[in-house]
């Protein structure tokens, strides 16, 4: 069965500082990952994505992740953060071949000025 | 610029009452999809549908209903709202086949049921 885990409910930090949002996942095959954004009573909004090649992807607003497959995870990672950032943030899976994504639970990005 | 247009942005019901949320996508994409979003709960699909008046339940199918008449529009049925279908409703639409291109999500509906 194909899951996605999302460990921290919540991620506060300082404004300026770098900012990691785990993700890890479980799935029989090789799937395509994506990070999504939600800011307050909106839809999500794709923010990147790991299809194939270079592990280290770069997404909107100079976020980027990085695929491991030996650890299964695919972390989102922003060197500086903004308030601006702050958000909610999910994590998702899909086999290729698929039409259904699996969504981890969110997590909320707080930056504090 | 391609949009999922979610016919109401807050939408308030009385309980017993049926309930339309209607979606609409532009893009031609086959596969649509209602989720409902609920605090520590994350995205829990309801429903959805990969082609014309085909459905699929999701994960939390019960109390709702879905109609597909026509490629791009989408409507999630509450067929008499409880206060416990209180919550925030996205449609989500995508290509079939492949997953590369993810899904394209509307605005959200924040429904709340007195």
């Known amino acids: 069965a194909q899951s996605v885990a999302q460990p921290e409910d919540q991620v506060n930090v300082a404004e300026g500082n770098p900012l990691t949002v785990k993700c890890t996942y479980s799935v029989s095959g090789n799937p395509y990952l994506f990070w999504y954004v939600q800011y307050p009573n909106r839809g999500l909004q794709f923010l990147l994505k790991y299809i194939t090649g270079d592990n280290l992807v770069k997404g909107s607003y100079g976020f980027e992740a990085e695929f491991n497959k030996s650890q299964t995870s695919f972390h989102l990672k922003k060197p500086s953060a903004l308030v601006s950032d702050s958000a909610l943030y999910f994590c998702a899976i899909i086999l290729y071949n698929f039409n259904k994504f699996y969504f981890g639970s969110g997590t909320k990005l707080n930056v504090k000025p | 610029d391609v949009k999922v247009t979610q016919s109401s942005r807050y939408l308030v019901k009385r309980t017993g009452e049926k309930v339309f949320l209607e979606c609409v996508q532009d893009?031609?994409?086959?596969?649509m999809f209602w989720y409902r979003q609920d605090p520590g709960l994350g995205l829990r699909l309801i429903y959805f549908s990969y082609d014309v008046k085909m459905k699929e339940k999701g994960d939390i199918p019960e109390g709702y209903s879905v109609s597909r008449e026509k490629k791009e529009r989408f409507s999630l049925i509450l067929e008499s709202a409880s206060t416990n279908q209180t919550s925030m409703y996205l449609c989500?639409?995508?290509?079939?086949?492949?997953?590369?291109?993810?899904?394209?999500f509307g605005s959200g509906t924040r429904l709340t049921v007195v």
């Open positions: 989500a639409s995508s290509f079939s086949g492949t997953g590369v291109f993810g899904y394209t």
């Open positions: 893009m031609d994409h086959e596969n």
